[in-house]
């Protein structure tokens, strides 16, 4: 069982950095690809980024060049940095295994940037 913590979001000027975290509670975190899920105002909730157990990363094409997701096994704890912050990235931010296990969405945090 793996339970999925959040946290790290705010309100930021576009432009500006965030870093998001994401505890996970489980001792099988460490062989879990894990996603960053994102879903704004209105709007179906879209993965943003993932990470395979060995570093191998992969992004959406909205956030490629911005976002870095990374984790520490050692910690239990995903990231992702954001950083040259748009409007469109407001939203409430997820994580969860990639494809995502119903049971281990969280309350996510939101992230909110204005101009």
């Known amino acids: 069982q793996v339970a999925l913590v959040e946290s790290g979001g705010g309100l930021v000027q576009a432009g500006g950095s965030l870093r998001l975290s994401c505890a996970a509670s489980?001792?099988?975190?460490?062989?879990?690809?894990m996603g960053w899920y994102r879903q704004p105002p209105g709007q179906e909730r879209e993965l943003v980024a993932f990470i395979t157990s060995t570093g191998r990363t992969t992004y959406a094409d909205s956030v490629k060049g911005r976002f870095t997701i990374s984790r520490d096994s050692a910690k239990n704890t995903v990231y992702l940095q954001m950083n040259s912050l748009k409007l469109e990235d407001t939203a409430v931010y997820y994580c969860?295994?990639?494809?995502?296990?119903?049971?281990?969405w969280g309350q996510g945090t939101q992230v909110t940037v204005s101009s």
């Open positions: 969860n295994t990639n494809p995502a296990t119903v049971h281990y």
């Open positions: 489980g001792s099988i975190f460490s062989i879990l690809t």
